[in-house]
């Protein structure tokens, strides 16, 4: 339990601190000037001062802002003549306080003696109905944007839907989800509308951002600090080598409990990790989102240059009455079970465009799978490691993929999707079955809604795609058969290479006869 402290509700004024120690320096007693300084003046745990700022335009009053030894020096002491009596009783006097970014707690609080200020200001409706206690005007408004939500960034896809809205109530808990959500679509179709909406009149600006690339690409993210949902507009093209660091540090962001915040010329805190982030494109602004935590939706474009829609959606829901209620369907019509319950990169259902991602970033070993053998709807024929290697270079070549693997990383990556090598006679090789590999594909989600199998040919009943093997399709059960009779071949090859030396004056021999019967 903590206890609530009070903080100043006007601006600094250095003139009632001039004047509260001229006054107090004729009776040699500084009561009022250090009462007065110890209102917006903080030592914290790390030697510095925090000054709190009262602004008029913030909800909450007021931002914290750290302050140096110096920089306290000449905003204040300096003020008061450095007064040595001010300065040692502020020494004895002063609390330690530690900066938190704490969601559903007050800006100044204590718990046990320990002190703490409170850099996030908390969600816009910290008061709410419950939903069903709303007029129905408000509910229609609600409903109105409900419907936008279903169709444009779900897609009318009814499973989307209700873990996207999960996904939205997980953040109004103040929880994180551990993904990010990626919007790309042309321009007009109304996917930033809603973030919008979510920022101004749900979750409130205090809690939100729109960002720049500063905080990812340099050190100074004290701007992140108590914020729970980010969203970048239009992500900036990245070399190969800035995206690799943006990456990584945008994925770490995403996950993390807990972050070290700077700014410029202030020393670093650690607090709470809130964040969630949204990115809104309309070119392709992530150079791997494939992985788990980017959950890419299919963004309809139904409404695309519809301005009586969007005119009508911001004129009925664009306000704190539908906001509040909207936040208060989201807590109280999604209930606490299904948010603890929901896993954010399990649940969301895989879309479209997230299976293209994954398709086109395929490394180039599983798209010489997919592309010679799923696709074609072709096993892999029994055929020499070595063999198989060489046509998986045969194929970058031909389809110009500069990107390939050395002998041993190209089994390695074979070995990771468990199409591993056997060994006959000390002569590794592969042999998998296209139900096998089609397997493999679906759990990997190799395949999109753009790639094409090729037609069954039904007279083509005996395939042979490599030179050494051969599968009979419409005879999967005779694999052992089949399986023996290669063995075989091979057995009479090495016979045939062993013997022919000897074979070759039989057949002179024979010549020579042919020759004499004809003189």
């Given at each position: 339990e ?14 009632k601190l ?10 040699k ?11 917006y ?12 700022n009262?602004?008029?335009?913030i ?31 502020i ?9 938190v ?5 007050p800006?100044?609080?204590?718990i046990?003696?320990?002190?703490f ?19 129905k005007?408000v509910k229609?408004?609600?409903k109105?944007m409900?419907d936008f ?5 779900c897609?009318?896809n009814?499973?989307m839907y ?20 990626y ?7 109304g ?18 951002l729109i960002?720049?690339t500063?905080?990812?690409?340099t ?7 108590g914020k ?8 900036p093209?990245f ?29 670093q805190i650690?607090?709470?990790?809130l964040?969630n ?29 519809d301005?009586n829609f969007f005119?009508?959606?911001?004129k ?6 539908i906001g509040e209620?909207f936040y208060s ?8 079970n299904e ?13 479209n465009?997230k299976l293209?991602?994954?398709?086109n970033?395929l490394?180039s070993v ?8 799923v ?15 060489n ?14 693997y050395?002998?041993n ?5 074979l070995d ?10 000390n ?11 089609n397997?493999i594909?679906n759990?990997g989600?190799?395949i ?7 037609k069954d040919?039904?007279?083509d009943v005996?395939n042979q ?6 599968e ?10 089949t ?13 045939i ?6 074979m ?7 010549k020579?006869?042919e ?5």
């Open positions: 903590y206890t609530e402290l009070e903080l100043p509700n006007e601006s600094f004024d250095v003139v001039q004047d509260y120690y001229n006054k107090d320096n004729i009776k007693k500084y009561t009022k000037t250090i009462k007065y300084i110890g209102k003046y903080f030592e914290s745990s790390r030697g510095t001062y925090i000054y709190y009262y602004r008029e335009d909800k909450e009053n007021g931002t914290f802002e750290i302050r140096t030894s110096d920089e306290f020096r000449k905003e204040i002491l300096n003020k008061v003549e450095n007064n040595k009596i001010i300065i040692a009783q020494k004895m006097s002063s609390k330690i306080h530690t900066v970014s704490e969601l559903f707690k800006r100044y609080y204590m046990k003696n320990k002190y200020l409170n850099e996030c200001i908390g969600f816009k409706h910290k008061k709410y109905k419950p939903y069903d206690e709303y007029d005007n229609d408004g609600v109105l409900l939500i279903n169709e444009i960034s897609c009318n009814k499973e209700l873990s996207y809205l999960k996904y939205l109530a997980t953040l109004c808990r103040g929880k994180k989800t551990d993904v990010i959500i919007k790309k679509s042309v321009e007009g179709t996917k930033s509308t809603e973030s919008e909406f979510l920022m101004k009149h749900v979750f409130g600006m205090d809690v939100c960002s720049g500063e905080p990812l690409t050190n100074n993210n004290k701007i992140f600090m729970i949902f980010v969203v970048f507009e239009e992500l093209t070399s190969k080598a800035n995206w690799e660091s943006v990456s990584s540090k945008l994925k770490t962001l995403t996950t993390e409990d807990m972050w070290v915040y700077r700014d410029l010329y202030e020393k650690c607090a709470s990790n964040l982030f949204q990115i809104n494109t309309n070119v392709e602004a992530l150079k791997d989102s494939q992985g788990r935590r980017i959950i890419i939706l299919d963004i309809n474009p139904s409404r695309l240059g301005y005119n009508n959606l911001k009925n829901c664009f306000n704190d009455k209620a369907y989201l807590m109280t019509k999604i209930t606490d948010v603890e319950n929901f896993n954010a990169q399990r649940d969301f259902p895989k879309t465009n293209l991602a994954i398709s970033q490394n599983y798209k010489f799978i997919k592309m010679e053998h696709l074609r709807k072709q096993g892999i024929s029994k055929i020499l490691c070595k063999e198989l290697y046509n998986y270079i045969d194929f970058c070549n031909e389809n110009k993929i500069q990107y390939q050395g002998k990383v190209f089994y390695q990556t990771g999707v468990k199409i591993n090598r056997m060994d006959v006679k002569k590794p090789y592969y042999k998998v079955s296209l139900d096998i590999l397997e594909a759990k989600k190799w999109c809604e753009y790639d094409e199998y090729e040919n039904e007279d005996i795609l490599y030179p050494v093997g051969i009979t399709k419409k005879n999967e059960d005779n694999n052992d058969e399986e023996k009779l290669q063995n075989r071949i091979l057995e009479l090859e090495e016979m290479k062993n013997n022919k030396k000897e070759k004056p039989d057949n002179e021999n024979k020579l006869k020759e004499n019967v004809k003189i």
